[in-house]
């Protein structure tokens, strides 16, 4: 299943979605609620939002998976329902999708960290194991790895979903700038560091989303370029640096904002170019509007 690669390789840039969760809120989804059991409860909500990115001209849509692996459904005592819950998610993109849309299916962190002992590595394995075969059993055409930055985790997370499903895989790790002006997750890894340890666990793109706006994500483009001129890279930035506004954050990039940015990520090296937090469909349609 090369899916993805051959679209790449027949369109050059793919756009994918937006926001997932800003919009799952927007729909009323509680502090302290799971999102994955709406896959179950608020199915026509959830596929409205994969709809809605379809509609926009998306050729990639996600999956309402991200904290669907079991250390996450644990705190809501649904670790038990992983599996079904994973196939829930991708179905309901799948049905959106149809055939010519790509489904990738969303694994974020576990939140446990192998440097304080809190999991070990196979039980690492395990949980992202479980959960890229539900994913791929409900539709899925690739699995996606987002939001990462332990590396260590990142890349048992890419093993574990290209050892047990035909998926392509995807990872794209959270990097923040420093005082010093250099990127980093929160657990020191940088762009560069990333590229060649992605890729020898099995990574068929590699990139990075959220902590920044499209501007942001020009400099870590051109980093994973000064390592590897082939890999497709896929970004997916924030609608701007989250700004609080009476308690609440707000991005404050419009869709026109970011739109403006495409044409420097493309050259910088980008091939897939979506959004994260606070886009919405109406960014993602003036990214199509831009590559177009």
């Not at 309901?92 to 974020?108: F, N, Q, T, W, Y």
């Not at 026109?256 to 050259?267: E, G, T």
Request: proline share 4%; hydrophobic share 40%; aromatic share 4%.
């Amino acid at each position: 299943m090369k899916k993805l690669i051959n679209a790449l390789k027949a369109k050059r840039i793919l756009v994918s979605d937006g926001a997932w969760g800003t919009f799952l809120i927007q729909k009323g989804l509680q502090p302290g609620e799971c999102p994955e059991l709406w896959n179950e409860t608020h199915p026509a909500d959830v596929y409205d939002i994969a709809q809605s990115y379809v509609d926009a001209g998306a050729d990639i849509i996600l999956t309402n998976s991200f904290g669907g692996n079991r250390s996450k459904l644990s705190h809501y005592n649904l670790a038990d329902r992983c599996t079904e819950l994973n196939q829930m998610a991708a179905s309901i993109s799948r049905k959106a999708a149809g055939e010519d849309v790509i489904v990738l299916g969303s694994m974020g962190p576990t939140g446990k960290f192998l440097i304080t002992e809190d999991i070990t590595e196979e039980e690492l394995y395990n949980e992202y194991k479980e959960q890229a075969i539900a994913l791929a059993a409900g539709g899925a055409d690739g699995i996606i790895a987002e939001t990462m930055f332990d590396l260590g985790e990142s890349v048992i997370a890419v093993k574990a979903a290209r050892e047990n499903t035909t998926c392509e895989v995807v990872c794209t790790l959270t990097f923040q700038k420093s005082p010093t002006g250099e990127y980093r997750t929160m657990m020191g890894v940088s762009p560069a560091d990333s590229v060649e340890a992605l890729i020898e666990a099995g990574a068929d793109v590699i990139g990075a989303n959220c902590g920044n706006g499209a501007a942001g994500m020009i400099d870590i483009v051109k980093e994973i370029r000064s390592i590897n001129m082939d890999i497709p890279i896929l970004i997916h930035a924030n609608a701007g640096l989250p700004v609080l506004v009476d308690g609440k954050n707000q991005f404050p990039e419009s869709p026109n904002d970011m739109a403006s940015q495409i044409n420097d990520l493309i050259l910088a090296g980008a091939n897939i170019i979506g959004g994260c937090c606070g886009t919405t469909p109406e960014h993602i349609r003036k990214i199509v509007e831009a590559i177009r």
